[in-house]
């Protein structure tokens, strides 16, 4: 199994990420935050800096998260500025650093998930599809709670509807729970067959009502069915990455102990590390 990690969860150093990462045993990394900037808003300097850091330790990059399309869906002019020059400048950014996936989002939707909001979202991601494939990117779209696309249910009815061969799931179990869906098997059953990324926490909700709050916590400590979900990536012949999302502090310490903890998973279903 192909094991990466975001390294902002690390630190948002990215030399201290990569060469912890590196010392780990972890070959690839997911860029979303670097040096307190989300990419691609860093300059053409510190793009030669990760460059070199990358090469220094021979780690690669499989993915990067720019939080394209996480603004309101009816935010027209945030909406324009992602597709005109974020989307643009976040597919320049993955070609410097050798990677075709891009971890996009379906639209902040304060609460709002009607049929025009669906339709709207349908239409915009089908444009930034369209311009992506004629650069050769695919774009995976992250589940996340405050999205349209927030349980695997509705995130794969979204990509169906699309309907482009580029256009693919970044799944997040997690997220799913903390949207209402139960992740596994329910919401997995949807995205099983259009995954191309993986973002692995693990979380406990409490309280109710207004007062629900998520605690982040090592996979398998949480209510996720971290293992089964993997015994799953595995038998359906998953072939992309698990990228660690560590999510709690402290984010050397809180990180470390998820890679331990997946580590032991892969070891019990007697999966190899790549």
Not at 31 to 60: A, F, H, M, S
Not at 98 to 125: H, K, Q
Not at 208 to 237: N, S
Request: aromatic letters at 6%; a negative charge; glycine letters at 8%.
């Amino acid at each position: 199994m192909k094991v990466s990690v975001i390294t902002d969860e690390i630190s948002s150093d990215p030399e201290t990420a990569i060469e912890l990462a590196s010392e780990w045993g972890i070959r690839h990394v997911e860029i979303r935050g670097l040096w307190d900037k989300r990419v691609p808003d860093i300059t053409p300097k510190q793009l030669e800096r990760l460059k070199n850091i990358l090469d220094r330790y021979e780690v690669d990059v499989v993915a990067i998260s720019p939080g394209v399309f996480k603004v309101r869906i009816d935010d027209e002019g945030a909406i324009r500025q992602h597709l005109m020059n974020r989307l643009p400048e976040s597919i320049d950014l993955a070609e410097n650093l050798g990677t075709r996936i891009i971890v996009i989002f379906g639209f902040i939707s304060d609460g709002v998930r009607d049929e025009e909001a669906f339709d709207r979202a349908v239409n915009l991601l089908r444009q930034a599809s369209d311009y992506a494939a004629k650069r050769d990117v695919i774009l995976a779209l992250e589940n996340e709670p405050i999205c349209i696309a927030d349980t695997g249910k509705r995130t794969a009815e979204i990509v169906n509807a699309v309907n482009r061969e580029n256009l693919l799931i970044n799944w997040d179990p997690c997220n799913a729970y903390t949207s209402g869906e139960k992740p596994f098997p329910d919401g997995y059953r949807h995205v099983r067959n259009l995954m191309v990324h993986f973002h692995l926490k693990d979380g406990v909700i409490s309280g109710c009502g207004g007062e629900r709050k998520v605690r982040y916590v090592p996979p398998g400590e949480g209510e996720i069915k971290v293992l089964e979900q993997i015994e799953a990536l595995k038998r359906d012949g998953y072939e992309g990455f698990i990228s660690i999302e560590t999510h709690f502090s402290p984010r050397v310490k809180g990180t470390y102990r998820c890679w331990a903890a997946l580590k032991e998973m892969l070891k019990r279903i007697g999966e190899d590390i790549e």
